[in-house]
C-alpha cells in the first residue's frame, strides 16, 4: 500500500505531477478521485492524461455507499490497514456519522482534524470493486 498525504496548501500541480508519475510507474487501471467543489479542475487535468481515473461526487449517498463497501471490507477481514499509519488509523476510528432528516447517513470528523487518508482509502478500495482485470488502483482525496 502506498499513501501520501500532501500538506494542506500544495499546489494542485504537484499533485497531479504525482498521479502522473505514480500511473507511469504502476498503470493505474481504476481510480477514483473526490472531484467535489474545487476538485473539478484538478480532475480534469489529471484525468485528461490518466483516463483510467475517474471523477466522483461525494453526496450524502455516495459517501454512505463508498464507506459501507469499505466497512465491509474491513469486516470480512478482506483488506489489512497499515499498523503503522497511526493517522490514517486514527481517521477511521474518528469518523463520525449522525442521521439526516430524510435518513441518509451524513459523515463527518472532529473540529480540527480531517479524513483525507481515510477517503483516499475508501475511494481505493471502491475503484477495487470496479475494474475487469485486477492492477493497481488509485484513490485520491486532498482539501484543495
Not at 4 to 31: H, M, N, Q, W
Not at 32 to 57: F, N, S
Request: some cysteine.
Amino acid at each position: 500500500m502506498y499513501l501520501k498525504e500532501f500538506p494542506l496548501g500544495t499546489p494542485y500541480s504537484a499533485v497531479i505531477g504525482a498521479v502522473k508519475r505514480l500511473d507511469a510507474a504502476y498503470g493505474f487501471v481504476c481510480g477514483y478521485l473526490d472531484q467535489t467543489g474545487v476538485g473539478e479542475g484538478p480532475y480534469e487535468q489529471i484525468h485528461q492524461d490518466v483516463p483510467t481515473v475517474r471523477g466522483i461526487t461525494l453526496t450524502l449517498q455516495s459517501k454512505e455507499d463508498i464507506l459501507g463497501k469499505l466497512r465491509l471490507l474491513m469486516e470480512n477481514e478482506l483488506l489489512t490497514l497499515p499498523q503503522d499509519n497511526q493517522r490514517l488509523l486514527t481517521q477511521i476510528t474518528n469518523q463520525q456519522y449522525e442521521p439526516t432528516p430524510t435518513g441518509s447517513l451524513k459523515f463527518k470528523h472532529p473540529t480540527g482534524t480531517n479524513d483525507d487518508q481515510l477517503w483516499a482509502l475508501a475511494l481505493a478500495t471502491y475503484a477495487s470493486q470496479h475494474p475487469r482485470i485486477p492492477n493497481t488502483i488509485i484513490g485520491v482525496k486532498t482539501q484543495w
